[in-house]
């Protein structure tokens, strides 16, 4: 059994920076970061794999970051030049076996509560 504490999230102006983090119990294969916008499908925004491969979605890619402390257990989501649109709940995702399309939420099988992002004009 994996557990998965966020932090990180809040409310920031539009092109502000957060940084995600993510504290896994157990050990991972991959960690990734989703996120859900009211009435919206759950999306894929980064992952990275315990070799160091990772993989970003088009819609972020150049403005997020992910990044690991191994020795911490811990993944980090840095987000910069964020957009209203970039408004979500954002969840981290662990699996604990290999990972085909780490931008998938069916490869994952532990999840975070979420964290709220707000970005606001």
């Known amino acids: 059994q994996v557990q998965l504490v966020e932090s990180g999230g809040g409310s920031v102006q539009v092109g502000g920076s957060l940084r995600l983090s993510c504290a896994a119990s157990?050990?991972?294969?991959?960690m990734g970061w989703f996120r859900q916008a009211p009435g919206k499908e759950r999306e894929g925004v980064a992952a990275?794999?315990?070799?160091?491969?990772?993989s970003y979605a088009d819609y972020v890619e150049g403005r997020v970051t992910i990044s690991q402390d191994k020795a911490k257990n811990t993944v980090y989501l840095q987000m910069n030049s964020l957009k209203p649109e970039d408004t979500a709940t954002y969840y981290c995702?662990?699996?604990?076996?290999?990972?085909?399309?780490?931008?998938?939420?069916?490869?994952?099988?532990?999840w975070g509560q979420g964290t709220q992002v707000t970005v606001s004009s």
């Open positions: 995702a662990a699996s604990t076996r290999w990972v085909r399309n780490r931008l998938s939420s069916d490869e994952y099988n532990y």
């Open positions: 157990g050990h991972t294969y991959c």
């Open positions: 990275i794999a315990s070799d160091g491969s990772i």
